[in-house]
Structures are given as C-alpha cells and as structure tokens.
C-alpha cells in the first residue's frame, strides 16, 4: 500500500494537466500556473500543444511522450523527477490517459514513489454524457471501439447486457458503421451523438439508434453514447394483484385501503386495481 499526500510532501510531481477539447478559453488559471511552474512539458504531438501553449505565453522545454516512444520517454521523463524536477503531461486535449498517452509514466511515477497529481479540465466523454439526455447516474466509457469490423461487433455483444449508459469515441470516417452495427447487436435504444464539443459547430442530435440510421455524413470529433439495457419490468398480472391485497387485508388493511396501497406499489390505477382483485377472486 502507498499513501500520497499530495501537497505534504516535497517529492517531485508529475502533474497530469487536462487541455482544452476546443475552445482554448477553457483552460485553468490553475493549469497555466502550473505549466509555467515545471522543468519540462510532455506534450502527445509538441506541435499541436504549442498553439496552447503559445496563447497562454507558456515558454517552456516541451518533448514529445506518445504511443510509440511511450517507454524510452518516460525513462528520460523518471530522469528528471530523479534530479528533483517538477514535470507536466498534457495531450492534444482533454485529460491525458482518457483514449491518450499516459498510462505507463503514470504507473512508472508511482512505482519510483514520486506524486502524481491531476489538474482539472474538460473531457469529451463527461462534456457529452451531462448534456446527452441519457442516464448520468451509472455509466460506462468504452473509449474506441476497435477498427476490425468483426472485433468491434464482439466488443458490442460484450456490452449488450450493461444496464447502464454506454459512451464510445468515434471518428467521423467509421461512424455510419458503428451506427449500423450498434443498431444491429444492441437494438433500438436511446442514443445522443454529441459533436464538435466547445467548437463553433457544436451539435447534440439525441434520438434512437434506428433513427440515426437516415443521418448523412458527420465531420468532425465524435462522442456516441446509447442507453444501457433497460430492465424489463416484471409482468403483473390479476393473480399476483389478488395475492397482494389480499395480504394488506391479511394485515389488517380494508379492502379499499389495500387496492390503493397495491395502486401506489405497483403504479397501476386503483379501478384497474380493483378490476383485476375481482376478477382472480371470481375464479
Ligand atoms: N483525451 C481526450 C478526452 O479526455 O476527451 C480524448 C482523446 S481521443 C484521442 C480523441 C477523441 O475524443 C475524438 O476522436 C472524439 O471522439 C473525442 N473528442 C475530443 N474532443 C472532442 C470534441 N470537442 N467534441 C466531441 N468529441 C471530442
């Protein structure tokens, strides 16, 4: 077990620094400070980064950590906080590590004992999933489903019976696949498209997954979310409404009391109720 007190400590700190997804304005006073404050910024792809960078006149030594340089970075990253050095990690956008760079430096900071701490910002997934419709209490981020057709049906059917709300990155160029495909494995559900988050053209299209089937092309950054498998409410039928009143009049309850009681509980009207306890009752 490893306790980090983030800011009793004087380790040397990797700070994970959420961006902005689009609008540039959303970016912390807190995140600037602290870019300004480190030796050296890990940046996903530097030349992207540095338009960030350059709106907020943070002049800093910035290398590259991405999926292909992922360990030999991160060894020269462990370098520094070696030497004392306070270091950053950003990505092209949002946090770094969401569908991004990030997971072995993290692992590789913790496993050397240095802090690792977080500096809020925006993700695609959340700015989508409060503004979609769909469920918020539970969800699941899936990130990207896999490029292989016959993979990605798999990843679908794995997710077929998760109750709660499903969140998928996609790019434009696959989306009419994805539509068709989730469609086909998960049916008609529920569904929010969310594009273009934060940008000038930002668009929610919510609906069903059959419905989407009739949109036109889409450009630009995705965020799908479907809703989860909704649970399908057990059948009540005139035998189980008997039993139930007749267990209320068991308990003491008149007969009225207990068919508006079994009405509240079963959020079935009371002369349906009533309906339905005479009929049992007659066979
Ligand atoms: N790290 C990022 C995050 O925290 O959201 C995600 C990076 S992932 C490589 C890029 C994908 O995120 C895009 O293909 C798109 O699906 C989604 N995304 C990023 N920015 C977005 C935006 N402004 N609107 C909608 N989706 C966005």
Redesign the pocket.
Known sequence: MKRQKSFENDRPTLYLV?TP??NLAEFSKRAIEVLESVAVIACEDTRTSRVLLERYAIKKRVVSYHNFNEEESARGLIALLEEGLDIALI??????L???PGYHLVNEVVAHDFNVVTISG????L??LVASGLDTRHYLYYGFLSDKAAKAKRELADLCDFPYTLIF???PHRLKRTLEMAFAVLGKRKACI??????KHEEFIRGDLEEFLTLDDLK????LLIEGKQELKPMIDEYMIFQMVSTYIEEGLSSKDAIKKVAEDTNINKNKVYENYLKAQAR
């Open positions: 959420a997804i689009g990505s092209d956008a949002g946090y770094p969401i569908s991004d925006p993700s695609a997934h700015n989508a990155y996609e790019a969310a594009r273009e988050l934060t940008k630009g950054e995705i965020v």
